[in-house]
């Protein structure tokens, strides 16, 4: 496929993704304000644990798409999937708190297309704009994977993933989540069609939640006042087991991240 040929084909299917995802219905949103409250002296004081608790788990459910197998797709390689997600919360509570639902926030639900491409050296430069379901929220990132050791044929592949995200739409809050993946795998071809991907790894990676002003009215004020949360950090360090499927020109994977969350993610798509 020509380099204009793959621009093409990702710019016509972010536009639909992004179609779809500006078109879905608004679900309740999570609101800094509801973490702030207001002591008997009149301070007004943030509960920094469930802003914490917010920060972690979206810097785990944001992380783009899968780490995919060690090996990258060559230099003319071309990938554009379709990926969703389920992330679990480490507590249900502090989402009830923040969104004010009456239903338990168990998981955090994405979806994300992802486009890929091959580079002259053995790496691959890829994009992804994703969507978090239920908050509204749009989930850019950018990724660069390298090869470090691949086509050898009594050793293993393996690579390593650079990626880099954040989140987008929030009137309260910004987020920024940096990572590496570390990967081993080996590829398998059965029948010359069919060819399988296994691969595991151990992912890090680093999160910065930071408040905006977030108005609030004090008790017997007629006005409201911008109060900040502040900054948290998150450090986060997960393993994590895949597999990929490929033939004549189709793919799909399934990918496990673990380790205090857990995160299933399914992608199909085309690897040209």
Do not use: C
């Amino acid at each position: 496929m020509k380099p204009a040929t793959r621009l093409g084909v990702a710019l016509a299917a972010t536009a639909a993704f992004a179609w779809l995802g500006a078109s879905a219905a608004s679900a309740k949103r999570f609101k800094l304000s509801r973490l702030l409250s207001q002591e008997a002296s009149g301070a007004v004081i943030g509960d920094e644990a469930t802003y914490a608790a917010l920060v972690t788990d979206l810097t785990q459910a944001i992380r783009p798409g899968t780490a995919g197998p060690a090996a990258t797709s060559g230099a003319l390689g071309f990938e554009l999937t379709y990926a969703t997600g389920l992330t679990s919360v480490s507590d249900p509570g502090p989402w009830a708190a923040a969104t004010g639902a009456e239903r338990d926030v168990s998981r955090l639900a994405t979806s994300q297309l992802v486009v890929r491409t091959g580079l002259p050296i053995p790496m691959e430069l890829g994009l992804s704009l994703g969507w978090l379901h239920d908050q509204d929220l749009w989930t850019p990132s950018l990724e660069l994977r390298v090869a470090l050791l691949e086509g050898a044929e009594r050793a293993p592949d393996v690579g390593a993933r650079l990626h880099i995200g954040g989140l987008l739409g929030h009137p309260d809050m910004d987020l920024l989540a940096v990572g590496t993946d570390l990967i081993i795998g080996k590829r398998f071809a059965l029948g010359g069609v069919l060819k399988l991907y296994p691969y595991a790894g151990y992912s890090f990676t680093f999160g910065r939640g930071t408040s905006r002003p977030v108005a609030y009215l004090r008790r017997g004020n007629v006005t409201a006042e911008d109060e900040i949360l502040g900054s948290h950090n998150a450090f986060i360090s997960r393993g994590f087991v895949g597999l990929d499927l490929r033939s004549l020109g189709g793919l799909f994977g399934v990918e496990v991240s673990f380790g205090g969350l857990t995160t299933w993610t399914l992608r199909a798509g085309l690897s040209l």
